[in-house]
């Protein structure tokens, strides 16, 4: 039996403070002084005005929740900002948000939204949610909006909100409404001209789709609007693998590709006010010795302030990586724990310190990133001196090869020593100034180490001279270009250089058909690709190889597993010298364990039928010939 709702004498209420119940019913006074009509001005012409003196918003103080004006936070400024940047410009305002958990863009999108209809006739605004439940939230704070809307502005333009199963929104009697849905079919726009689209949490759209995809959704939302001035376009969401819409656009945004019409941005968890504890005494001490240490190069100090300040060895390269301030370590470490139970990868998808955080800690890397991260923090106390050049130049005549120095194509870590076995990888490219990188790995595999690496966009004949005089450099190293793409002319150069006796230690995969079936390493199928990436994983995790380029180490974290199971670098990235690594760990396994190498015999060089010589060198099968 349900209880009867009390009634109180003198119209008090128990949610109300005294005078406040009696006064209810009295309007309040137009700010400032102003009119009515100058009072519908200020807050037509001032967004923010119009925010703070109209619109409320539900937030919780003191364990208690209070209805307050919506007054910008920092992430909601810049948004705005952004929006009114574009505005000047006279451009379309479209604009694509990663963002961490509650920094509140559904709060100033949704504003935006009822400004823009509250002052104009005929305006339609829409916001897209993932999921129903989702939208029933995003419905609470416009109806917040128009239930608490200031009643000087409610008479001149008078708004409603309405809940049923076919409309869900606020409608004005001027023509205006402003609706909320969730993802639907892929025609459900058309007919539709909407002025303002919101798109909300497009990352985890995919998740809702069963037969078609969350591209096909958005292509039909994006298609009912027009590209012309006065139209607006927000998506935002927080990062849900590395694959889908929203992954896709955002990258193009942050890249700033041709034909992108979105401005990105980025909100990480630093970068909001109640991600942090309160200080405690001696922090700034602490944080700036810890800095000191660290620009000064004096790891004894910088991990003595590193325990002070409670931090273990992942956390101490974020707060320099990331400048966070000792009260935002602590925030996380306890969020870490307490909310996370200690998945690092769920807490960085949540709450992430940059898009390539946020992306793949949601996604599925194939290479341990805290291992990646601890090898990039120890190269800094390395003491191993590293030489940079331009070129490595072979000369036949002499048998020498000369570095050249200039750009830093080259960087070199050891040089080559007697005895040793030298393992080269090439990943080509054809050259052009906004494609992939050519990159050569020389790997030594008596010591297990990376010994050099050429990074460049070099056209294939300019990549086989480099990688013909690294192999010579490096005690006649078996020599294994990768042949697809772009990587055959260099397999083919590499063939005709030296008169045409060509290189005299190539990898062989086969000794059936011509040379372009013989020579080289095909990465061919996704299988023989997975296992190059497993390769390079397992060095990775189990450190069976010091790895000393930060190149290589960067693009480890940038290279991710899709939903469609290929492992490669997120859009924008690249991933030539993973690649180009990956296949010489590979290499190495097959190859199986080193021998002592003793002083080859020179090997004989036929200027003419080179191939064909080269073959009948191998005889029986031998250590240098790969798997048919």
């Known amino acids: 039996m349900t209880k009867k709702s009390k009634r109180y004498k003198d119209g008090w209420h128990p949610f109300k403070k005294g005078a406040d119940a009696k006064k209810s019913s009295e309007r309040p006074p137009i700010p400032d002084g102003l009119?009515?009509?100058?009072?519908?001005?200020?807050?037509?012409?001032?967004?923010?005005?119009?925010?703070?003196?109209?619109l409320r918003i539900r937030v919780k103080i003191d364990g208690k929740n209070l209805m307050v004006p919506l007054v910008l936070n920092r992430e909601q400024g810049m948004i705005l900002d952004s929006i009114e940047e574009q505005e000047k410009l006279g451009v379309p305002i479209r604009i694509i948000i990663l963002k961490s958990r509650k920094v509140g863009c559904s709060t100033l999108i949704?504003?935006?939204g009822h400004h823009l209809c509250q002052f104009n006739e005929h305006a339609i605004a829409k916001?897209?949610?993932h999921r129903k439940e989702s939208t029933e939230d995003i419905f609470e704070i416009t109806h917040r909006y128009q239930e608490n809307m200031h009643w000087a502005i409610n008479e001149i333009s008078t708004g409603k909100s309405k809940r049923s199963s076919r409309d869900m929104g606020v409608f004005w009697e001027h023509g205006s409404r402003f609706e909320v849905q969730t993802q639907g079919a892929t025609d459900a726009d058309r007919g539709d001209t909407p002025d303002f689209l919101h798109l909300s949490e497009l990352g985890l759209w995919w998740k809702r789709r069963k037969t078609t995809s969350d591209e096909d959704v958005l292509q039909s939302a994006l298609g009912s609007i027009a590209d012309v001035k006065g139209t607006y376009v927000i998506i935002e969401s927080t990062a849900c693998g590395a694959a889908?819409?929203?992954?896709?656009?955002?990258?193009?945004?942050w890249k700033n590709e041709p034909g992108n019409m979105f401005k990105a941005l980025f909100f990480g968890w630093q970068q909001h006010e109640k991600y942090r504890l309160p200080k405690q005494k001696g922090d700034d001490i602490r944080h700036r010795e810890l800095v000191r240490s660290y620009n000064a190069n004096d790891p004894e100090s910088f991990w003595k302030q590193a325990k002070k300040l409670g931090y273990d060895e992942r956390w101490a390269q974020r707060a320099i990586e990331h400048k966070l301030q000792p009260n935002q370590v602590r925030w996380a470490i306890r969020a870490l724990q307490t909310k996370f139970n200690g998945d690092i990868k769920r807490f960085d998808t949540e709450f992430p310190l940059s898009p390539e955080v946020?992306?793949?800690?949601?996604?599925q890397s194939p290479i341990d990133q805290d291992e990646v991260r601890k090898r990039l923090m120890a190269l800094e106390d390395l003491e191993i001196e590293l030489k940079t050049?331009?070129?490595?130049?072979?000369?036949?005549?002499?048998?020498?090869?000369v570095w050249e120095h200039g750009l830093a194509r080259w960087k070199v870590w050891h040089e080559p020593q007697h005895g040793h076995d030298y393992l080269i990888t090439v990943d080509s490219c054809h050259g052009t100034?906004?494609?992939?990188?050519?990159?050569?790995?020389?790997l030594d595999r008596t010591d297990r180490v990376q010994c050099a690496e050429f990074y460049f966009r070099a056209a294939p004949d300019d990549t086989a001279k480099e990688a013909y005089a690294a192999g010579m450099y490096y005690n006649e190293a078996l020599l294994a270009p990768e042949v697809d793409g772009p990587g055959l002319a260099t397999l083919q150069n590499l063939l005709d250089l030296d008169g045409g006796s060509g290189y005299p230690n190539l990898y062989v995969r086969s000794t059936s058909g011509n040379w372009s079936q013989r020579f080289g390493f095909r990465m061919g199928s996704k299988a023989r690709r997975d296992a190059c990436v497993a390769a390079i994983s397992k060095a990775v995790r189990q450190k069976t190889w010091d790895f000393y380029s930060t190149t290589l180490l960067h693009e480890c974290q940038?290279?991710?597993?899709?939903?469609t199971g290929k492992c490669e670098a997120m859009p924008g990235e690249h991933d030539d010298a993973v690649i180009s690594m990956a296949i010489g760990l590979y290499l190495d396994q097959e190859l199986g364990e080193v021998d002592i190498v003793e002083e080859r015999a020179p090997v004989e060089r036929h200027t003419n039928k080179r191939i064909a010589k080269m073959l009948d060198k191998l005889g029986s099968r031998n250590r240098h010939l790969g798997g048919l």
Do not use: M, P
């Not at 050049?389 to 090869?401: A, D, F, M, V």
């Not at 100034?433 to 020389?442: K, L, N, P, S, T």
């Not at 940038?558 to 939903?563: L, N, R």
């Open 35 to 54: 009119n009515a009509e100058e009072f519908w001005d200020r807050c037509q012409d001032d967004r923010r005005y119009y925010f703070e003196h109209c």
């Open 110 to 112: 949704e504003a935006l």
């Open 127 to 129: 916001c897209v949610a």
């Open 244 to 253: 889908g819409a929203f992954y896709s656009r955002f990258w193009r945004a």
């Open 358 to 363: 946020a992306f793949t800690s949601s996604s």
């Open 389 to 401: 050049y331009q070129h490595l130049i072979y000369n036949k005549r002499t048998k020498e090869c």
């Open 433 to 442: 100034e906004e494609g992939d990188f050519a990159c050569i790995q020389v």
């Open 558 to 563: 940038t290279f991710i597993e899709k939903s």
